[in-house]
């Protein structure tokens, strides 16, 4: 390994406004190792790698690069050094095609675009990333999945020097993980320097030959390949011993208080059958494109269905979400950032947006929402600086628990929350399955669809596993283990399961 970083921080210190966010950061990035920075949602990640990447400047301190004072202005600037940054917000302009998107601002051609040269280019790419994913494909048209691998593609085009990747599984398949995780073993062995962010504590112990941890803006613990295991990393990120990540099993149900039968979601879901019972934790598992998402919106109205569904044993007619929450269901998305938040609103707003009607009319009540934002903030466990801040600037964690509370805000019966831990550190993650075991014990019903092994088996009290479109099967109690959920996903019997799924 180089004795001179490839890139390195050294005495960074940043403000906003009177606050400052990190507090006196040394951090080095080696070409051929992977530099794993973990730690809570909040605790200055994004901050630090914002300013490798040239898109923040420090307060005090400097940026070096090849071990040379490098005051980047710009994050053009810092590409054009060779630190390329995989964001965690997709930075993809949806309405044009994949191979637009990797070339964009660097496209083929002198005098005209040389739109085959990029195309083929793209296409070698993706190949290289084993992505079925055309080049001339739309990016609103791809899941949140193929997103991701054009987002690498995209980097990989860069020809990096530093990578820099934000949480870049967080939203992969399995086999696409596997995928990215040859890419780094390539990039490693051919001399780049990557730092590697990520919330899956198993990643960074099978990834990183370095660990660096923060706390509150500063550097609480750096440890080399095999020093820390994951339950060491997850102490030292939180601060404490965190043993029980998972509430206690609940035993006492009431009766159906939900139930589909033979609904089918156009194109993908056919043939779904499932019961919900009061008190009770329901989770959903399965690969991503099983019909999972597909399924909760053709539930809640948000997609066109066939078939009956139930509530408290009545047929009720769902179109919409209005149709849903007058029903009392109530609907998380998977997609905070697009299709769940207004990042650029406050928190009142955002919290009380669809319950508008509850405070006031024509009028609305300003006192009224903020006693409500007072009692969420408090329910919740929602930290934030100010009140009166864009929900955009929250961390991760703090927006998903913003979402939570939006989504019960009117108070609903059963609540179907998809992908509720996507991109959050560990200590929040037990915080919201606290929260959805709270809301069971209440008397709430709850659907959770994961694609975190772990989360289904430790918050459910039942288990439908899905499979191209049409349920698997149902695991109860004791039949809930990883070995019988896998075997359901992949369709392999018992006598036949897979060795490496």
Not at 131 to 140: E, M, Q, T, Y
Request: hydrophobic share 45%.
């Amino acid at each position: 390994m180089s004795q001179v970083p490839a890139l390195a921080l050294a005495d960074v210190r940043k403000s906003f406004g009177p606050i400052e966010i990190l507090h006196g950061i040394d951090f080095a990035l080696h070409p051929g190792e992977v530099h794993a920075l973990i730690g809570e949602n909040g605790a200055g990640k994004s901050t630090i790698m914002k300013i490798l990447g040239g898109y923040l400047a420090p307060t005090s301190g400097q940026v070096l690069l090849d071990g040379a004072p490098a005051p980047f202005r710009s994050g053009a600037e810092a590409e054009a050094a060779g630190i390329v940054v995989i964001h965690q917000e997709f930075n993809l302009a949806p309405d044009l095609t994949v191979a637009q998107n990797v070339w964009l601002g660097r496209e083929m051609g002198r005098i005209l675009l040389d739109h085959k040269a990029m195309r083929a280019a793209t296409q070698a790419l993706l190949d290289q990333l084993e992505c079925r994913v055309s080049p001339d494909a739309r990016i609103r048209d791809l899941p949140v999945s193929d997103r991701q691998m054009v987002e690498i593609a995209k980097a990989l085009s860069r020809k990096a020097r530093v990578l820099i990747m934000d949480e870049p599984s967080a939203v992969l398949t399995g086999r696409e993980v596997q995928i990215l995780f040859r890419q780094i073993e390539r990039l490693r062995a051919s001399g780049v320097a990557l730092l590697y962010t990520s919330h899956r504590l198993d990643e960074v112990d099978h990834l990183a030959d370095r660990i660096t941890v923060l706390r509150d803006g500063a550097v609480v613990r750096r440890a080399l390949r095999g020093e820390l295991t994951e339950d060491g990393m997850a102490t030292a990120m939180v601060g404490r011993d965190l043993k029980d990540i998972f509430p206690p099993r609940r035993d006492t149900f009431g009766p159906v208080v939900f139930e589909a039968r033979d609904v089918a979601v156009p194109p993908l879901v056919q043939g779904v059958t499932l019961t919900l019972r009061r008190g009770e934790v329901l989770g959903i598992s399965g690969l991503v494109g099983a019909g999972r998402t597909e399924l909760a919106e053709g539930l809640v109205g948000l997609r066109a269905h066939t078939g009956t569904i139930l509530r408290d044993g009545r047929p009720v007619s769902l179109r919409s979400l209005s149709d849903a929450a007058a029903q009392g269901i109530a609907y998380l998305t998977e997609d905070r950032k697009e299709r769940g938040l207004l990042l650029t609103k406050t928190l009142r707003e955002n919290l009380t947006l669809s319950t508008l009607d509850r405070f006031g009319s024509p009028l609305i009540s300003r006192p009224a929402e903020e006693a409500a934002l007072t009692k969420a903030i408090g329910d919740f466990d929602i930290r934030a600086p100010r009140r009166d801040m864009a929900v955009g600037n929250l961390s991760g964690g703090n927006q998903q628990k913003v979402l939570l509370a939006k989504t019960m805000l009117p108070e609903p019966q059963v609540v179907i929350i998809d992908e509720p831990t996507r991109g959050i550190d560990i200590g929040t993650k037990s915080q919201i399955y606290h929260f959805i075991d709270r809301l069971a014990r209440e008397g709430l019903s709850v659907i959770v669809i994961s694609s975190d092994m772990p989360e289904i088996l430790g918050l459910s009290d039942r288990v439908l596993v899905m499979r191209q479109g049409r349920v698997a099967g149902v695991l109860e109690g004791t039949e809930i283990t990883e070995t019988a959920v896998v075997r359901l996903v992949m369709g392999t019997s018992e006598e036949k399961a897979p060795e490496d799924a």
